[in-house]
């Protein structure tokens, strides 16, 4: 049995909904096959992002942790590949934080990168007929800091887990508030989850 932990951002910018929470709570629901899923809330708000993934990852003890996020504008599941150290938001976090131009750790390495199977994550979910592909860029807004932050954890706290981040498009409903930006079903969205979780953890038992 392994331990995946998999965690989805509030809404945040105004919005009434974050479709990677959303997502990831209807995650819950699936019977996974030799998985014990834990599903986790996690604020959009720079350095307590961190700290309660990183508390949540002590008390848990996942073999694989990842991470969902809202990218408004994309038209596909886009698997992260790296994190970079800085922030430098567009927009305040959901606690009026605006930090610009700012290490997300002083001193700490340049990048980290995904260690998930971006590649394999990104063909089964195409397989299953949604639209995919790898990200070379998470933004440098609370998703980049949050996949940073849990990649520094675990590169420098644990050598047994395996962590990524995946964003996710908007849902029909905000897309028609912004010019009929891309969109994506929730159904679809949870589809290509479920695809993740399976194809992570399975990456683990290999």
Same mark, same amino acid.
């Given at each position: ?8 951002? /509030?809404?945040?910018?105004? !919005?009434?909904?974050?479709? %990677? ?6 995650? *819950? =629901? &699936? ?69 610009? /131009?700012?290490?997300?750790? !002083?001193?700490?390495?340049? %990048? ?6 971006? *590649? =394999? &994550? ?85």
């Amino acid at each position: 049995m392994k331990k995946v932990l998999i965690t989805g951002f /509030d809404p945040f910018g105004g !919005e009434k909904i974050n479709p %990677a929470l959303e997502a990831v709570k209807k995650l *819950k =629901d &699936i019977e996974f096959s030799n998985i014990e899923l834990r599903v986790k809330e996690i604020p959009t708000v720079f350095y307590k992002s961190i700290k309660i993934l990183e508390d949540t990852v002590r008390e848990f003890e996942p073999d694989v942790v990842i991470c969902i996020g809202q990218a408004g504008g994309r038209s596909e599941i886009t698997v992260e590949r790296v994190a970079i150290n800085v922030i430098d938001a567009r927009i305040p976090d959901n606690e009026n934080n605006k930090l610009v /131009d700012t290490p997300i750790i !002083e001193d700490g390495a340049a %990048a980290y990168f995904s260690t998930i199977p971006i *590649k =394999d &994550i990104v063909l089964n979910i195409k397989k299953a007929g949604i639209p995919a592909s790898v990200s070379n860029t998470a933004g440098t807004f609370v998703c980049n800091q949050l996949l940073y932050g849990l990649m520094h954890v675990i590169s420098t706290k644990y050598n047994n887990i395996t962590g990524g981040f995946i964003h996710i498009p908007y849902l029909p409903e905000q897309a028609a508030n912004y010019n009929n930006q891309p969109s994506m079903s929730l159904l679809d969205m949870v589809k290509a989850l479920e695809i993740a979780v399976n194809v992570a953890a399975q990456n683990v038992l290999e």
